[in-house]
């Protein structure tokens, strides 16, 4: 009798074995989930270790064999294996899995990096690693947030210390191996909980209730090899893993995976961990204490919050965290300096929307800066001391967001520096002063790239470290760099601070006598600021001191957030913001790279009368009709917001010489960077176009007016999906060569101009309601030119306007940009428009035409139409009068008589209609 007989299931099993039925202090092993809302009753049980392999074999025949669903967690062992759970939040526009099995292995990668520093491996002893995903992202049904994540299980057994260990290394590293679109700091990401060991781990097969369950993804064999030091990665089928045979190596409590030595280097933090965790002491729950001093568990480093009542008190705190701080980390003391020389708008009573953005900035670059932000507030008239414990509350809840409305630690310098300038340039110059002294008493390259960054922060940035590519602030934009003005600064302007340095030491050196110590001293100093100067020219120096900077430099939200904000249009002169109807400098955080190229006026109705009446009657003759003129000025003034709010494709539609080219054109130097041109393909081609390596799409982030050109006929059939995807509102995907895919939301108005309109095959109103057909309807003819179109709307051509249109384009941005203001993107529809897209649906919609030549409705009973002689009808006539054209399948003919009709039942007929026939070639009534 095996013992897992001696259970029924497994349901008898954790009955007996529910906690309520022990007596004494026996530790919980396993918890189930609870939800009222789903009617599932939580659990808590013991199950001792003996038994295990019993438990597991009737787990899985419960979830496996049975595919019941279960909600068991199941408590960590302390040598157990090393878990790790991944925590993605994104913004609910996500819908798709952002990471991809690329990600996974350089994460992998990173992992066996950092437990080689850790871990004595050797060559015999190879382990497993098993990576578990959900099969699809969790959309939350607020609406707020799109949770992903990733379990792993590295087969190594290691104690929760080196776990936590671990943990802090990777912390350090991951922002540079994933550039992900994510909500959550990577701390809020790497599940602290599951590597301190306190947090039970969800068994493999179960689930939270309303979740899905996370599969057997990858599962990699690591083997090492001590010649090379370097780890071998066998990918094995995870089709081929047995999980009824091996399901105790994804439990946490399986305390049987290879165990290896620590290495010398790593054992004296191990030894301060655990000594500092043993001699730990609870605090009393009545006092606010807060970390706020370092990243770890050491209650020395605690703040009481309740104890800061007063000024003095809260600069002591403050004045404590600044000296706690690494020599990498003076960047927070900077941060904090700065925040204190903003003036009162940003902490007086109506301050709130300006405040909250320095704590978003604050929050963004450290934690600990919360008092840092609490000492800007306590200079307000209306500050009490009492709330700060309440204001630690709302800044752990409310400020989570990485980079929220785009402000960073750049936004603080940004607004120091315009509203302070004078005090921001001695904080500026005493942190030059300090990172200088640093290269000159450790001249390396990572501290001249210090140097450098502290230099250059508020005007450089590197979006990519692969690609080594540089952006530098420059005319209200962001505009590529390919590194050669960083070059020059290097050998320029760094090397001349070094000779203003010089020149200073040597003033003081004049004060010292042959015999004074110090002027040994400095003698040696002045040496190594001749010799880093002489290096500063060097060409492999440079190289080097970039190379180190990209790190500095690098901020993983600028792709993200690049062109992102919908509102704002950049001008030579400035920047427009749509949504708060002005004109204004360009800041760092607007995250602009796009500009019109032209500067912009504010329109004057007196100033410009001459040019604005120009372009009215340009467009009064393009346009005759009132009501589509109104129509194409919103239209067109639409196109300067970001996004497609009316999720509409319109068509330009007219023959040669009708204003169509020019029109786009002037738009082209109107609109500057922010037109494309992109191929008809766009919308022709087949859908995996999409997302993949596609240039033309990509080129489209951030442009807010793509114009197609007139399609040839083989490509005049429409991609209705793609088209769909282009116009409605949401994130697509696209790739640049040689770069990552990135996930963007379409700002364009699309817009093709042709004679000859797309061959649509779709009867969906999804499809048909995005068409807007802007017809030309105006000629324009040489003075002996004969107007063969019959058009009442007859022009002489200007053969001097295209030479005018430089002199109209700041006018005419002018007007667009004022009605913009009026109707912020939307645009309401006139009837010649949709008369004309309705027009084009009934000629492109076979079905609907077929039934409006071909059946009439009498309403007689006895007036029958069979299914099987209408669609052979329906046959005919798709070959003879649209020979050429796909015919639609006879479900579609059949699926539309039922909805227009009435359903045709068990006799395959429709009643109360009949055909009508061609009295012409009916036989019934030829002359005999």
């Known amino acids: 009798m095996t013992s897992s007989s001696r259970f029924k299931d497994l349901s008898e099993f954790l009955a007996k074995h529910n906690a309520k039925n022990e007596s004494g202090n026996v530790g919980l092993t396993h918890t189930r989930i609870p939800s009222k809302e789903l009617n599932i009753y939580g659990g808590s ?56 099995k690329e990600h996974i292995q350089d994460m992998i990668i990173q992992y066996l990096e950092i437990l080689k520093e ?9 382990f497993d690693i098993y990576i578990m995903e959900k099969p699809n992202v969790n959309r939350l049904e607020d609406q707020t947030l799109t949770k992903d994540g990733i379990h792993m299980i590295i087969g190594i057994s290691m104690d929760h210390t080196m776990q936590m260990i671990l943990r802090d290394k990777i912390l350090e590293k991951i922002g540079e191996v994933w550039d992900l679109p994510l909500l959550n700091s990577w701390d809020a990401v790497l599940d602290e909980g599951i590597s301190k060991g306190t947090t039970n781990w969800q068994m493999f097969g179960s689930r939270k209730p309303g979740n899905e369950c996370y599969e057997l993804t990858q599962h990699w064999r690591m083997i090492y090899d001590d010649t090379d030091g370097e780890f071998s990665m066998e990918e094995k089928n995870v089709k081929d893993f047995d999980i009824e045979k091996n399901y105790h190596l994804l439990s946490a409590q399986y305390d049987l995976h290879p165990k290896f030595d620590y290495t010398d280097d790593i054992l004296d933090e191990y030894n301060k961990r655990l000594s500092l965790k043993s001699n730990k002491t609870k605090k009393p729950a009545s006092k606010t ?29 403050v004045n404590k965290i600044m000296e706690s701080l690494g020599p990498n ?79 960073t630690r750049k936004s603080i310098l940004y607004w120091a520096k315009q509203e302070a300038p004078e005090e921001f340039m001695n904080i500026r110059n005493n942190s030059r002063d300090h990172f200088l002294d640093e290269t000159i008493s450790s001249p390396t ?22 690609n080594k590519t540089w952006y530098m602030f420059k005319g209200h934009r962001w505009v590529i760099d390919k590194g050669e003005t960083l070059r020059a600064i290097i050998s320029k302007d760094m090397f001349n601070l070094y000779q203003k340095k010089m020149e200073n030491i040597r003033k003081e050196q004049e004060n010292f006598g042959h015999d004074d110590p110090r002027h040994e001293e400095v003698r040696k100093i002045l040496k190594v600021i001749a010799d880093v100067s002489v290096r500063l020219k060097n060409t492999a120096t440079k190289n080097n001191i970039i190379r180190e900077a990209m790190v500095l430099f690098y901020d993983k939200h600028f792709l993200e957030k690049m062109d992102a904000n919908k509102y704002l249009m950049c001008f030579k002169n400035g920047v427009v913001d749509f949504k708060n109807k002005e004109f204004r400098v360009g800041y760092p955080q607007d995250y602009i790279t796009k500009c019109t190229n032209i500067d912009y006026e504010e329109f004057n109705p007196e100033f410009h009368k001459e040019v604005s009446q120009q372009i009215l009657t340009f467009m009064e003759q393009l346009f005759p009709n009132p009501s589509l003129n109104k129509y194409m000025w919103n239209h067109l003034a639409s196109c300067l917001i970001g996004g497609n709010k009316n999720q509409t494709f319109n068509v330009y539609r007219g023959s040669g010489s009708n204003g169509k080219s020019i029109l786009t054109t002037l738009m082209s130097m109107t609109l500057g960077e922010y037109k494309a041109t992109v191929p008809v393909t766009l919308v022709t081609e087949k859908r995996n176009g999409i997302g993949g390596t596609s240039s033309e799409v990509m080129q489209l982030k951030g442009v807010r007016y793509a114009v197609m050109q007139e399609p040839t006929k083989d490509q005049g059939r429409l991609n209705e999906g793609v088209m769909k995807e282009l116009t409605g509102g949401d994130p697509i995907q696209a790739r640049a060569l040689y770069c990552e ?26 499809t048909w309601r995005r068409f807007r057909i802007c017809d030309f309807v105006s000629k324009f003819k040489d003075e002996d030119e004969v107007v063969q179109d019959n058009t009442p709307y007859v022009f002489p051509k200007d053969k001097d306007l295209e030479e005018k249109l430089p002199n109209w384009v700041s006018v005419f941005m002018s007007m ?26 009934q000629g492109q919609d076979l079905v609907a035409a077929f039934i409006a030549e071909n059946i009439e409705q009498t309403g007689n009973k006895e007036d029958k139409i069979k299914k099987k002689e209408i669609c052979q009808q329906f046959k005919d006539w798709c070959n003879t009068a649209h020979y050429g054209r796909k015919m639609p399948k006879g479900s579609e003919l059949c699926d539309y008589l039922d909805t227009k009709y009435g359903k045709c039942g068990k006799t395959c007929a429709w009643t109360g209609i009949r055909v009508i026939y061609d009295q012409q070639s009916d036989p019934l009534t030829n002359d005999e």
């Open 289 to 317: 204490k807060v970390h706020l001093l370092c990243e770890d568990d050491n209650d020395e480093d605690e703040i009481s919050l309740d104890s800061i009542t007063n000024e003095e008190i809260l600069k002591k705190a």
């Open 45 to 100: 049980y013991i199950i001792p270790k003996e038994e295990l392999k019993t438990f597991w074999k009737l787990y899985h025949a419960h979830v496996f064999i049975n595919n019941k669903k279960e909600y068991l967690t199941e408590k960590q062992l302390e040598n157990g294996p090393i878990l790790v759970d991944f925590d993605f939040r994104y913004d609910y526009n996500v819908s798709t899995r952002r990471h991809t």
């Open 445 to 466: 390259d990572w501290d001249y790239a210090m140097l450098l960054y502290e230099m250059l922060k508020d005007r450089y940035v590197c979006p990519s470290i692969i």
């Open 329 to 407: 980390e003076y960047y927070i003391k900077e941060t904090h300096q700065y925040t204190q020389i903003l003036p009162e708008k940003y902490y007086q009573p109506g301050s709130h929307l300006l405040n909250r953005l320095v704590a978003f900035a604050l929050k963004d670059t450290d934690e600990r800066l919360f008092l840092s932000w609490i000492m800007l507030r306590s200079k307000a008239s209306d500050f009490d001391y009492s709330e700060i414990p309440v204001k630690y509350q709302e800044w752990k809840r409310s400020f989570n967001k990485p980079g929220k409305d785009g402000v």
């Open 816 to 841: 667009l940009v004022k009605m913009a203001y009026e109707n912020q993107g939307n645009v309401v529809d006139c009837a010649e428009v949709m008369a004309a897209r309705d027009k084009y649906r």
């Open 741 to 766: 895919t990135e996930t963007f939301v379409p700002q364009f108005k699309l817009v093709v101009c042709t004679n000859n309109l797309f061959e649509v095959n779709s009867t969906e109103d999804g």
């Open 118 to 126: 850790i871990l004595k491996f050797v060559t015999n002893k190879p």
